[in-house]
Nanobody, 129 residues
Framework: QVQLVQSGGGSVQAGGSLTLSCEVSGYIDSGICMAWFRQAPGKEREGVGVLDSDGSTDYVQSVEGRFTISKDKGRNTMYLHMRSLNLEDTGMYFC???????????????????????WGQGTQVTVSS
């Protein structure tokens, strides 16, 4: 069973930076596909960025160039480094994971909520002016 435990987040002024962490426990022999999502009040959960089983990353356009996903294999931890934060970045952030296919492929809909089986507990990010 895979478990995801998040840390980080908090409050920051616009233009500031934050880093979120997502520690992964458990084992998936086919590899693991991971992602970050966020949910603003009154809105649906949306994908922010993905980390494929081969280490490649992709981001939604609204955070491209400002957010970076990295992974520390030794600590089994994925990070979301956020800079130049703006008010629209406020929300609850979740990390998520899904098993890769037998040939190491990640879900076709990599930014889709339904593509991920395992979820972190969420952490709040609040950006103020």
């Amino acid at each position: 069973q895979v478990q995801l435990v998040q840390s980080g987040g908090g409050s920051v002024q616009a233009g500031g930076s934050l880093t979120l962490s997502c520690e992964v426990s458990g084992y998936i022999d086919s590899g693991i596909c991971m992602a970050w999502f966020r949910q603003a009040p009154g809105k649906e959960r949306e994908g922010v960025g993905v980390l494929d089983s081969d280490g490649s990353t992709d981001y939604v356009q609204s955070v491209e160039g400002r957010f970076t996903i990295s992974k520390d294999k030794g600590r089994n931890t994925m990070y979301l480094h956020m800079r130049s934060l703006n008010l629209e970045d406020t929300g609850m952030y979740f990390c998520a994971a899904a098993p890769a296919s037998r040939v190491g492929l990640c879900p076709i809909d990599r930014m889709g909520v339904g593509s991920y089986r395992f979820w972190g507990q969420g952490t709040q990010v609040t950006v103020s002016s």
